[in-house]
């Protein structure tokens, strides 16, 4: 069953009850998705999703495995093409202007024998000069100034493939983070991550919400991490079957419908 | 070019040099090592290795055509044919649900019976067989040019695409995400190593093309430690062992591409101890 919902304008916000104030760059204050529907191959992955991100939030997307949580990630990334739309606004209510969308993706899958580094790797992402030339010396700051972002300036000179799923992760957060993103996209960034990498990771996260002004966008399998950490809670299965703050989605019947498998909460 | 063959004999006066075939060899390998050692590196890290064999062995299919069209130069057919080739697997490779070596087993397959169909014809075959592995006395001052220009194209948009390929080789959507053109990155690439592969494929030859992209790569990874020494290492180790397998190759009376790449895999297994992990 898909109930779509619409939050309402201006509704009260969980941990940020003044609203947006100022420190985003494109003065971004929601991301408005409206009717958004997909459909690949003929087969609808995702049907009529509308729902509101605010910035100095967090927002977690959870459901079952298949539910479209990545695909409406890949939707607002621009990867895909969708149906309905997706606005992004500032406090009054205006387009805003450029809104940048920082990315950590899934646990990777790469050729971890490379000997490409964290430094190249930033670098490269970062700059336009190839990095098979060299990293330059401001460039060197500037990737260890993202590194230390996210606590982890001690990876820089490490082969990017001998990282453990902790500090990769920690280190595409540093990449993602700069330039400083209006929008932060996290998908099941900490999925096969020890129990303290992950910790690490969501402290860091926190922190950032806290203490900038961005949006973010989590999509977890772990619902202990969505409960401490979110501040809004979104279920999917094919489109949003409940939205709201954790308690709300955690004690409905549709959230016990969803993860009944699996014991109720978690 | 007989100015450029007047240095040569003043600068290096080796009994294989002698020759101005060898020389025309000594120019081609100077300049189609390092575009393979720099290729190569981008080749292993986005898994390619067995994509470029497939490229290689399409060249015989475009020597087909080529004869087929009665072309005086086979080159044009080559070229033409390789790029064809190389975009039409990255299409099926990305509109397709089968695996990647899978679909790229099929075109090999593919092109290597459709060339042999063609060059075999009447057993005729002979005439072709220096495509196999290579013959360098084939190298014209026409053909240097073409690796000249070839170089020339390759080394402004390596610069470019770089970068984009190394993101992409860790992450599609996250190189997405940094407004990288994936795809588009990815066809470049291809037919990048589409053209090298088809401008060098006569003198190295088919069996051989594909060791000359992925060793120099595989033997820098042993014992680079970042992007620089990487490719750096990648390059000079494809022309130090280009070279070397010339002269030997001169001194033996053997193929040329074999003592090359006979060079490379004595460098990777040497190097293999010094990987850190």
């Given amino acids: 069953m898909t109930t779509p919902q619409t939050a309402r304008p201006g509704a009260p916000k969980l941990r940020h009850p003044d609203g947006c104030h100022g420190g985003s760059p494109c003065g971004l204050c929601r991301i408005e998705i409206d009717h958004l529907s997909v459909t690949l191959g003929g087969q609808k992955l995702l049907h009529d999703v509308s729902l509101h991100v605010h910035c100095g939030e967090l927002t977690a997307l959870i459901g079952a495995n298949g539910a479209g949580k990545t695909t409406l990630l890949r939707a607002l990334l621009g990867q895909i093409e969708y149906t309905g739309a997706v606005r992004h606004l500032t406090q009054d209510g205006r387009p805003a202007a450029a809104v940048r969308t920082g990315y950590v993706p899934q646990q990777l899958e790469f050729d971890r024998s490379s000997p490409v580094t964290v430094t190249d790797f930033l670098a490269g992402a970062i700059g336009r000069r190839p990095v098979f030339l060299g990293v330059g010396r401001a460039m060197r700051a500037r990737v260890g100034e993202a590194l230390s972002r996210t606590h982890c300036e001690a990876l820089a000179d490490r082969p990017l493939g001998a990282l453990s799923g902790g500090e990769l992760q920690r280190v595409l957060l540093a990449l993602a983070l700069t330039p400083q993103p209006d929008l932060l996209i996290l998908d099941e960034p900490v999925s096969g991550v020890d129990p303290n990498g992950l910790e690490a990771f969501y402290r860091t996260v926190d922190e950032l919400r806290r203490t900038n002004h961005m949006a973010i966008l989590l999509v977890s399998h772990d619902l202990g991490v969505v409960e401490r950490y979110a501040d809004r809670v979104v279920l999917m299965q094919g489109g949003v079957v409940k939205q709201g703050s954790p308690e709300v989605v955690f004690d409905s019947p549709e959230f016990a419908a969803v993860f009944s498998g699996r014991g109720g909460r978690a | ?277």
Avoid at chain 2, 122 to 133: D, E, W
Wanted: net charge positive; hydrophobic share 60%; proline share 3%.
């Fill in chain 2, 1 to 277: 070019m007989n100015a450029v063959y007047a240095a040569m004999d003043a600068l290096l006066p080796f009994e294989f040099l002698r020759y101005a075939f060898m020389k025309n060899a000594l120019l081609a390998m100077l300049m189609i090592a390092p575009l393979f050692g720099m290729l190569g590196t981008m080749a292993v890290d986005n898994r390619m290795a067995f994509f470029s064999d497939a490229l290689g062995h399409s060249a015989l299919t475009g020597i087909a055509v080529g004869v087929l069209l009665g072309l005086r130069s086979q080159m044009a057919a080559m070229l033409a044919f390789g790029v064809l080739w190389a975009a039409l697997i990255t299409f099926v490779k990305h509109h397709s649900r089968m695996s990647a070596d899978t679909i790229i087993s099929v075109f090999s397959s593919t092109s290597v019976a459709l060339g042999l169909v063609v060059l075999s014809r009447g057993g005729a075959f002979a005439r072709y067989s220096s495509v196999l592995v290579g013959d360098v006395l084939a190298i014209t001052p026409g053909d240097l040019l073409a690796l000249l220009a070839t170089l020339a194209v390759s080394l402004a948009l390596w610069a470019l695409l770089f970068n984009p390929l190394m993101l992409t080789s860790v992450n599609a959507p996250l190189a997405q995400s940094r407004g990288v053109r994936a795809s588009l990155t990815e066809y470049a690439f291809t037919l990048l190593v589409a053209v090298a592969v088809m401008v060098s494929i006569r003198w190295v030859g088919v069996m051989l093309i594909n060791s000359l992209l992925i060793l120099p790569a595989a033997c820098a990874r042993n014992v680079a430690r970042n992007a620089r020494a990487y490719m750096g290492l990648s390059v000079l180790i494809a022309l130090a062992c280009g070279v070397a397998g010339l002269a030997l190759s001169f001194y033996l009376n053997t193929s040329a591409g074999a003592a090359v790449v006979l060079l490379l895999a004595a460098c990777y297994f040497c190097t293999l101890p010094l990987r850190r992990r």
